[in-house]
């Protein structure tokens, strides 16, 4: 029985995580639930799943999750620090991060201090604090198990090849609702446009950051950490299918991949239930239903936010942190019908080159600068 904690807990993938443990009774016990202003879906997953803990980020909720709850054995809290202190708790084996954007951060670093495993859906973590945190997790000797299709394609691939140095890696991308546009067709392109995946159901700004391929960028970033990898060894291929996650090659040429439908349950069990493939009744992928399974090269000049996240990746050091701020302000901007789609890349390039650079940034110079970049960003978006 592993015990699980699963932050963000009414999102796109908490809300998965929830049916994969339901269908795994006899695998995983829910500790604890937290979520941060959608009190309603908290309270009805608290009373059908039982959790012993709950946690509502926004204060000003507090008291309605308390009195709903009031009548069964289940502790409730409030408020960010309140989701530092239940990733430590003694009865949690299992950390999921699955909330989004930089609030990710500190509780990962508080769960991976506790030694707690984790299964890490919050890319924006690794992209903020890659090296941060995965030095912590190596000293602290804890695996971070991938939630991310592609990088759980990868995980998968290099089961049994430990030892077998990888040449490169090639994470797909669907290329998102506006493949194959050009620049000027995109000026104009709406929020509602923008969140219609072609694939992939998912929360909005993942939804916007795929339609913008920074969603890959921060994946770029993301496997770099994750299987510690040089930067010339990430490749990225178009492949509007989505069956393909993503391809390992090896050293003798030999290129490993993982395929299956587009469905997020799959790596969710795969990183809660490692090493056992547990069985599921997910539905299965049949070749005859996807005759032509296709490529293309990823169009760097009309998606500039790839292009920048390389260059955040190449520079190194807190410019990673100012993309990653400067995209989270600029998609919130998107959704709010305050910029457009195109001026998202101009925000990013303009605070990545305007806030202090820093080489070798401790903890609270990523606290800093990702304060910095949001103001800078802010200021562009008025
Ligand atoms: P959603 O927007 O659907 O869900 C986000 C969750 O985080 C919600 O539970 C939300 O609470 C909570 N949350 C938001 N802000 C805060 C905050 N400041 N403090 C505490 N909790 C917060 O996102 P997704 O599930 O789509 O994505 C979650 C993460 O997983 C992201 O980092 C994303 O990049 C990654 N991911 C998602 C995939 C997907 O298929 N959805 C695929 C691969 C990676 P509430 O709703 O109550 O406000
Ligand atoms: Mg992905």
Not at 289 to 311: I, M, S, V, W
Request: one cysteine or more; hydrophobic letters at 45%; proline letters at 4%.
């Amino acid at each position: 029985m592993k015990r699980i904690a699963i932050l963000g807990s009414t999102g796109s993938i908490g809300t998965q995580a929830l049916e994969v443990i339901k269908a795994n009774p006899d695998s995983f016990e829910l500790e604890v639930i937290t979520a941060h202003s959608n009190a309603d879906l908290l309270i009805a997953q608290a009373l059908a799943f039982k959790p012993n803990v709950v946690v509502i980020a926004r204060e000003d909720l507090y008291e309605q999750v308390r009195d709903a709850l009031q009548h069964e054995d289940i502790k409730v809290y409030a408020g960010a620090n309140a989701l530092n202190s239940v990733v430590e708790m003694s009865t949690v084996d299992m950390v999921l991060t699955a909330m989004v954007g930089y609030a990710g951060l500190q509780p990962t670093i508080r769960a991976i201090q506790a030694g707690k495993q984790i299964a890490l859906a919050n890319k924006e973590t690794l992209v903020v604090a890659g090296q941060l945190i995965t030095e912590l997790a190596r000293e602290k000797g804890v695996n971070i198990y991938p939630v991310d299709s592609e990088h759980s394609a990868i995980f998968q691939c290099l089961a049994g090849e430990f030892h077998n140095p990888i040449e490169k890696i090639i994470l797909t991308a669907s290329g998102g609702p506006f493949r194959g546009r050009k620049a000027e067709e995109l000026r104009l392109v709406t929020k509602a446009q923008a969140l219609k995946h072609p694939n992939w159901d998912m929360g909005a700004k993942i939804t916007i950051d795929s339609a913008s391929l920074m969603n890959k960028g921060l994946e770029v970033i993301e496997a770099k950490w994750l299987f510690g990898l040089r930067n010339d060894q990430i490749e990225v291929v178009v492949h509007p299918q989505s069956i393909i996650h993503s391809l390992v090659q090896f050293e003798d040429g030999s290129i490993k991949a993982q395929l299956g439908l587009p469905d997020m349950k799959l790596p969710i069990q795969y990183a809660l239930g490692y090493p056992q493939r547990l069985k599921s009744d997910f539905p299965r992928f049949n070749f005859l239903d996807y005759p032509q399974l296709t490529f293309e090269q990823p169009d760097l000049k009309t998606f500039r936010n790839l292009q920048l996240a390389y260059n955040a990746m190449e520079q190194g050091g807190n410019m990673p942190c100012i993309l990653n701020a400067a995209n989270e302000v600029a998609v919130s901007a998107f959704l709010r019908d305050e910029v457009g789609f195109l001026e998202m890349s101009d925000i990013i390039e303009s605070c990545m080159a305007k806030v202090m650079y820093i080489a070798n940034p401790s903890y609270n110079d990523y606290v800093d600068t990702d304060r910095e970049a949001r103001l800078r960003a802010l200021e562009l978006v008025k």
